[in-house]
């Protein structure tokens, strides 16, 4: 299941063995396989999308909910631990989920918050997120509109990614190469500052309905700290550091189902640059995904 052969196996635990209570810490390139697994997961969980309805009101509030699914990662995608050898534990979660509010400051500028504190909802994944964003209508006309957002987002995710709960402590090289003992005890952190546009169309409809198309430039400060007791009493105390930019193109439609209910669905698309072993050529390998968001104006 999580294989590496033997011999780089038994290498990378001599060389943990050395450094054994050493907190070793490394800058990767944005493109590694360990880099390119954290921007991925950055990307899902970024709020391209979510802006507020269109008619929110100066001094107004809305509450707003939205779900997006995270595609399920081939072994090929998981094998990403050092360097592009070692398969890990990362199709924990099928969606991201959170609520959202929305609150107008004037007839053009609006914000948006997000909040989702540290709840375990899967096994074995504690996420925790805060976002707040600012939301300004640049030009809006009988057809069409200009909206730009710009905004930041923190979030953190715990869990047995390095040494998953299923494996650990069966001692058979061909389940267990790196014979971990207990399941670890992992920590993706993220921070990302993001600038989106979007331009949108009233399709000309019975019901108020438009179009939108939507660009977004996020720069993202990533860390994965391992937390890992692999055989022989060996600590894996490795802290990864990556940071680097992630461009997010979005399409999708905006209904106003009442006038105090409105909602979005929009198709996500993150162009993300990885290399792979043995040849470690650049190849992109992307993130697509959809977002459903409901608001109620209050």
């Known amino acids: 299941m999580y294989r590496a052969t033997p011999y780089i ?21 944005f493109d590694r396989p360990e880099a390119w697994a954290m921007a991925y997961f950055t990307a899902a969980g970024l709020m391209q999308g979510n802006e507020p309805p269109q008619s929110l009101q100066p001094g107004q509030w809305a509450l707003g909910f939205d779900v997006s699914n995270i595609p399920e990662l081939s072994r090929e995608e998981r094998t990403v631990g050092f360097n592009g050898i070692k398969e890990e534990n990362m199709n924990k979660a099928p969606f991201i989920a959170r ?22 909802i899967f096994d074995r994944l504690e996420t925790h997120l805060a976002a707040l964003y600012v939301n300004w209508k640049v030009w809006s006309g ?35 190469p790196y014979g971990c003992e207990e399941p670890s005890h992992d920590t993706f952190l993220s921070l990302t500052g993001t600038v989106e546009l979007t331009a949108g169309y009233h399709l000309p409809t019975k019901w108020p ?28 105390r490795r802290q990864l550091y990556a940071d680097g930019g992630i461009w997010t193109f979005g399409a999708g439609l905006k209904a106003e189902v009442t006038d105090r209910i409105h909602a979005s669905l929009t198709l996500v698309h ?6 792979r072993p043995p040849d470690y050529g650049v190849e992109n390998d992307s993130l697509t995904y959809v977002r459903l968001a409901v608001h109620l104006l209050l």
């Not at 004037?106 to 540290?118: D, F, G, K, Q």
């Not at 715990?158 to 299923?166: L, R, V």
């Not at 007791?229 to 060996?234: E, K, P």
């Not at 993150?270 to 290399?275: F, G």
């Open 9 to 29: 196996s038994l290498c990378l635990l001599l060389a943990c063995r050395l450094l054994q209570g050493q907190v070793i810490e490394e800058h990767v390139d």
């Open 99 to 120: 609520p959202l509010l929305h609150y107008g400051i004037t007839n053009r500028v609006s914000l948006t918050a997000s909040y989702v504190p540290p709840v375990e």
């Open 142 to 176: 009988e057809s069409f509109y200009l909206n730009l957002r710009g905004g930041g987002q923190w979030s953190e995710a715990k869990g047995d990614f390095t040494c998953p709960a299923e494996i650990a402590g069966i001692m058979d090289p061909e389940i267990n």
């Open 209 to 236: 309905i438009s179009t939108y198309l939507s660009a977004a430039y996020t720069y993202a400060d990533l860390e994965f700290k391992v937390d890992a007791h692999w055989a022989g009493g060996v600590e894996d």
């Open 270 to 275: 993150a162009p993300l640059d990885v290399r």
